[in-house]
């Protein structure tokens, strides 16, 4: 897999290899942005171009075409975060099961879409449990009511659909695409 980490003025980008107790670096660059400025995409070409020849050198790099999946990260000026909260009543055992956490989940993007924008990450905060606040995964604690309080992260939908569609064009699947401020933590 390869981190690719958008920048105004550089792109910097690391493939690394995944063992099963650790990550290990293969290869990392940093290079001067082509097409991109003030967070804006100005020649998706040239962007395109300046990812394909950084994904090229670590291919030549790690001795293969090992790289299909990416994950970016960015910052954006218009990239903003809505804390959103949703409830859902335990039937039956009162045991939140992990199809409680995905309904609320799934429940929270359906409700937080916003015109223009693409939901990009939802983050949980943290979890009542009848009115406790806990912080840990609530899957398999007892409970009549679970309330899910979420981070929505949002980038421009314009912006967002042409950074994936230049990723498409040079054959990399976007996996994740991670702000900045998560990154950093």
Known sequence: RASI?????????????????REI???????????????????????SDTIHNMIDWFQKKIGGEYIDDVIIGLSHPELFIDRVTEHKRILGTDTIQGNDITHLSKLIGD??????YEIIKIIPAYWLLDDEKIEKNPEWCEAKKLTLIADVFYLPK???QNLVDIFHSIHLNVIDIIPNILASS
């Not at 792109?11 to 099963?20: H, S």
């Not at 409700?111 to 223009?116: A, L, V």
């Open 25 to 47: 670096i293969l290869a990392k660059d940093i290079i001067k942005t082509e097409g991109y400025r003030k967070w804006k995409i100005l020649d998706s070409n040239l962007l």
């Open 111 to 116: 409700i937080s879409q916003k015109n223009n």
């Open 158 to 160: 314009v912006f967002y």
């Open 5 to 21: 980490d958008i920048w105004n003025g550089y792109i910097k980008g690391i493939v690394f290899w995944q063992d099963e107790w």
